[in-house]
């Protein structure tokens, strides 16, 4: 039986920051937990990151109130330093990032293939969530 390909979903930004900043405020643990929740109500109070080609990472996304949580994890495939990280979750889904220089600041472009339980509107608007969250973190830390 053949399985189709899943729906490739697109969420970008352009962050108020140089390439080799955002890079650092997307990639180290102690930043990771600052910026990786789509609303308020949630928090990563884990992160780990072997940022490297067959290195792994994991993030704990948890509800604050304490009623849900679960890692969010998977394997890097290609990283290239301040352009691009792709890598696989624990489910086989492909996730591709590009953080694109445009002179002091950075476009983040983040592709990764759908999941079938929640709509793609849905997925799209939480991973959107996650990375304007990322990009407010990141120009406050930029002005700080």
């Known amino acids: 039986m053949e399985t189709s390909k899943p729906a490739t979903i697109t969420v970008e930004t352009i962050v ?10 997307w990639t180290e643990p102690k930043h990771i937990t600052q910026w990786n929740n789509a609303s308020d109500e949630w928090h990563t109070p884990y992160a780990e990151n072997d940022l490297k080609a067959g290195g792994k990472f994991v993030s704990r996304m948890e509800a604050k109130d304490g009623s ?3 890692d969010f994890g998977g394997v890097y495939d290609e990283v290239t330093l301040n352009e691009s990280i792709s890598y696989t979750m624990a489910d086989g889904r492909k996730v591709n990032i590009s953080f694109i220089r445009q002179d002091n600041d950075t ?3 983040e592709k990764f293939d759908a999941e079938e ?9 939480g ?3 996650i990375l304007d969250n990322f990009k407010r973190y990141a120009e406050a830390a930029q002005a700080e």
């Open 117 to 125: 339980t929640n709509t793609i509107e849905m997925q799209q608007a």
């Open 16 to 25: 108020h920051a140089p390439v080799e900043k955002v890079w650092t405020y």
């Open 68 to 70: 849900f949580g679960f």
């Open 127 to 129: 991973w959107q969530a």
């Open 107 to 109: 476009r983040i472009v």
